[in-house]
């Protein structure tokens, strides 16, 4: 099946430093969806960016849609211990979300 | 009150066994999802049921059959369970195919 490919896979960062997850596909993207799951929880809908080159803010977290459609990015600034998580791109092919393999964020206090 | 629910939380049983995962909804959406996410936490589609009907079926072994009664509920039963099936199946729903996903808490599945 279709896999999106997602980096990091881990990142461990002092709280206060900022955090990055890139996701790139071989194809171009209708559109890419984000979420995050924390420790022993379930995936939770964060955004879904659609248009090239978009860009969207959630506080702290800012997201973008390359040009082209075939890669994204995540963006936490000064990160919080309840930035932990495992962050992923879900990109959606014909009403199929292939997810990314996650990027795994610890945050130290 | 929970969105998407799902029974039961965790499941330990025996290779060889049959069992099935229960999931509803109470979002009035239209589309529901059966995710698989193994050990290193890959996340992969399973089924997808539009209004009841089955729309999506990846290459999931014949063990897997999803049923849907009604819109708002999408179950999930294995049969002949093997030490591979061992992984936290996630139920998900949609207002329409391929929009935002609201995923259940999971079922953590043990098979010794």
């Known amino acids: 099946g279709q896999q999106v490919m997602q980096i990091p896979q881990y990142q461990h960062v002092q709280e206060g430093e900022d955090f990055t997850t890139y996701c790139n596909s071989s194809?171009?993207?209708?559109?890419i969806q984000w979420y995050k799951q924390r420790p022993g929880g379930h995936p939770v809908f964060l955004i879904q960016?659609?248009?090239?080159?978009e860009v969207k803010k959630q506080k702290r977290l800012t997201f973008q849609f390359g040009e082209a459609k075939k890669n994204s990015s995540l963006h936490i600034t000064a990160t919080q211990t309840t930035d932990v998580g495992t962050y992923f791109c879900?990109?959606?092919?014909?009403?199929?979300?292939?997810f990314g393999s996650g990027t795994k964020l610890n945050v130290k206090p | 009150d929970t969105a998407v629910s799902q029974t039961p939380k965790y499941l330990v049983t025996q290779m060889g066994n049959d069992k099935s995962i229960k999931c509803e909804q109470n979002?009035?959406?239209?589309?529901m999802y059966w995710y698989k996410q193994d050990s290193k936490k890959f996340l992969k589609i399973m089924f997808s049921?539009?209004?009841?009907?089955?729309?999506i079926n990846e290459t999931v072994p014949n063990r897997f059959s999803p049923k849907s009664p009604d819109k708002a509920h999408l179950n999930l039963h294995i049969n002949s369970l093997e030490l591979g099936d061992s992984a936290v199946y996630f139920c998900?729903?949609?207002?329409?195919?391929?929009?935002?996903?609201?995923f259940g808490p999971g079922t953590r599945l043990l098979v010794l």
């Open positions: 960016l659609v248009k090239s080159g």
């Open positions: 879900a990109e959606e092919n014909f009403n199929k979300f292939y």
């Open positions: 979002l009035g959406h239209d589309t």
């Open positions: 049921y539009n209004n009841k009907e089955l729309i």
């Open positions: 998900a729903s949609s207002q329409a195919p391929g929009e935002t996903q609201y």
């Open positions: 194809t171009t993207l209708s559109n």
